[in-house]
């Protein structure tokens, strides 16, 4: 069973570029969410998607926007990037929709990027 | 004020020391609980998972829900080595999708 990969690992971009990060969710999840750790902080909730349907947001601005393929893979998109956007982005995957016992999130290994 | 407050440490023990971790929150309407362990340069791995009140054992880790004091506590007994990671706090509300709110995390070292 593989889990949670993402791509690239590590990135370099400039203040208003835009970006994008992928994830390929564990076998069998359908559910994929996405988070951004700043250094020396927890991860924060950018949003979910299951079925390929957005289904929970966080508090981050429009400019960040997702996607969730027929295979469960995913993609965050960041537009107009920040200096403040330099974090760690985490995908993480489960299965089904809302909270359960029995199914937790997995997370992946993360993108590392950075905004100069 | 923060949903979540963690204490950051860092924290350092000798092998073989119990652990304590803490980490107190304020919305009452989180139900589920769990901890995650975070080695440099790699995702959340998830260690503990309860949910509501009370204890969870599995191996050298016990968690423990306080939901009256708001309060939950991870325990790292016969510390290695290996355990030296960053040590999160999770917890999500019923029906809230799967958005987490974490704590900051706590820095631990087990010295040999």
């Known amino acids: 069973e593989t889990g949670v990969t993402q791509s690239p690992t590590h990135l370099i971009k400039t203040r208003g570029q835009q970006v994008t990060l992928r994830c390929s969710s564990q076998?069998?999840?359908?559910?994929v969410s996405w988070y951004q750790q700043a250094l020396g902080q927890g991860p924060q909730f950018i949003f979910q998607?299951?079925?390929?349907?957005?289904?929970g947001r966080g508090n981050f601005p429009p400019r960040f926007s997702g996607l969730q393929f027929p295979n469960y893979s995913s993609e965050l998109n960041v537009n107009a990037l920040e200096l403040d956007d330099s974090a760690l982005y985490l995908c993480?995957?489960?299965?089904?929709?809302?909270?359960?016992?029995?199914?937790?999130?997995?997370f992946g290994n993360g993108t590392r990027l950075t905004v100069t | 004020q923060k949903e979540v407050e963690q204490d950051p440490g860092p924290l350092s023990v000798p092998e073989g020391a119990i652990v304590s971790l803490n980490c107190t929150y304020s919305n009452s309407a989180f139900q589920y609980f769990m901890w995650y362990r975070q080695y440099s340069r790699k995702g959340p791995e998830l260690l503990m998972y309860?949910?509501?009140?009370g204890n969870k054992e599995d191996g050298r880790f016990t968690a423990q829900v306080d939901k009256s004091s708001k309060y939950i506590s991870l325990f790292i007994r016969d510390s290695q080595p290996s355990d030296s990671a960053t040590y999160l706090c999770a917890m999500s509300a019923s029906g809230s999708a799967r958005q987490l709110t974490f704590g900051s995390g706590t820095q631990l070292t087990v010295l040999p």
């Open positions: 076998s069998g999840h359908n559910t």
């Open positions: 309860t949910y509501s009140s």
């Open positions: 993480a995957s489960s299965t089904g929709r809302d909270n359960s016992y029995n199914s937790p999130l997995h």
């Open positions: 998607y299951y079925r390929e349907e957005e289904n």
